[in-house]
């Protein structure tokens, strides 16, 4: 049995085997976003994939403006290791992943309660609308 090779061959062609790729710090930070995965609200595990961390202190206010905050945060890490738009989709598949952990749970104040947890955190709908301004901000023409 022959072992396989990235060799291509075509009849009447030399084969070429194409040359391996030197990977530049600039393609390595934009592929593991170090800066992104620094940060607190954010974790990556080899078993779970990247995990979003924060607990409600249940102060609206303040895990609002916390969620805005850490909006800001993660702009400014993805804008300064370039990140690859996947690592967004990764944060926000952990938010949503997160809600559901939280909604199954189910919560509540006791049996037969009415009142149940809420699926989003407060903190992720300050992050939420942090992420929404600055998108809007960005896509507003400046007056003429």
């Known amino acids: 049995m022959t072992q396989a ?6 009849p009447g062609k030399q084969a070429v085997e194409p ?3 030197d990977w530049t710090p600039q393609e390595i930070r ?6 992104l995965m620094a940060l607190p609200f954010i974790s990556n595990t080899d078993e779970c ?3 979003w961390n924060d607990v409600p202190t249940g102060d609206y206010r303040a895990d609002h403006e916390r969620g805005e905050h850490f909006a800001a945060m993660a702009i400014e890490a993805i804008a300064h290791d370039q990140c690859s ?4 989709e990764l944060i926000l598949h952990a938010i949503v992943t997160d809600a559901v952990k ?13 009142i149940r947890t809420r699926a989003l955190t407060t903190t992720v709908e300050g992050f939420l609308c942090g992420l929404a301004n600055h998108i809007t901000d960005s896509l507003k023409t400046p007056a003429a």
């Open 5 to 10: 090779s990235n060799v291509v061959s075509f």
């Open 19 to 21: 040359p391996a790729h």
């Open 30 to 35: 934009r592929l593991l976003a170090p800066s």
């Open 49 to 51: 994939g990247v995990q």
């Open 85 to 88: 738009p996947r690592w967004v």
């Open 102 to 114: 939280r909604k199954t749970k189910g919560g509540g104040r006791g049996p037969g309660s009415r």
